[in-house]
């Protein structure tokens, strides 16, 4: 499903980062984020091009919210972003904010350091930049990979025996909090700290 290091969206048939993909249509990102905000903002769908074919984006009232929806017009496939919270486009700073911290669980990062996430994501101006760092912060998540592994074993999909394991083993520590705790020589004491410190 993805050409890259993630797994954002997959469970929806959609590819993000760094080309974003409906079915077989591969569209570049900045592209489409574009056709996205125009779609959220003007209340009116818009039509992206990809090469012969057209994608109508549009919103659609879905049973978690507003969500964003693609439309294949020449296979009537239609794919909805249920992950993705329409406020995270906003030109709000602020329903931006609010919006990323509705799926900053997925980030699997301590309290202070994931406030900070936040606050830098929603700053950003340009939808691409800002949605490529979300899918960053995802792909680095043992939390957010290991329930889409769970979600991929509960529909009975074929899995890799690769998809178990983490090819960069960081992600646990981040997952444990033991990144900053190289001054707690216990381990078992520092676990007890990461534990305290994840709360």
């Known amino acids: 499903m993805l050409g890259a290091d993630t797994e954002f969206f997959s469970k ?5 980062y760094p080309m974003v993909q409906f079915g ?9 984020w574009k056709s996205a905000e125009t779609a959220i903002r003007s ?3 818009a039509t992206l091009e990809v090469g012969t074919q057209q994608l109508i984006v549009a919103t659609s009232k879905e049973p978690v919210g507003m969500r964003l929806m693609v439309e294949d017009t020449a296979s009537t496939m239609r794919y909805v972003l249920a992950d993705l919270p329409l406020g995270i486009l906003s030109l709000s700073t602020a329903e931006r904010e609010a919006a990323i911290r509705t799926i900053s669980s997925q980030f699997d990062l301590g309290q202070k350091t ?13 939808a691409n930049t800002r949605m490529a760092e979300i899918v960053r912060l995802k792909s680095q998540s ?10 991929k074993i ?22 444990l909090r033991l990144n900053d705790l190289s001054d707690v ?8 700290v990461a534990a305290a410190h994840s709360t």
């Open 154 to 175: 509960q529909a009975q999909d074929l899995i890799a025996t690769p998809e178990f394991l983490f090819q960069d083993p960081t992600i646990i520590a981040r997952h």
């Open 185 to 192: 020589q216990s381990p078992d004491n520092r676990l007890d």
């Open 12 to 16: 929806f048939g959609v590819t993000i």
């Open 142 to 151: 043992a939390a957010f990979l290991y329930s889409d592994l769970l979600q």
């Open 114 to 126: 994931c406030d900070d996430a936040i606050a830098r994501i929603a700053q950003l101006s340009d």
């Open 24 to 32: 077989p249509h591969k569209v570049k990102p900045e592209l489409f």
């Open 43 to 45: 209340g009116v769908p």
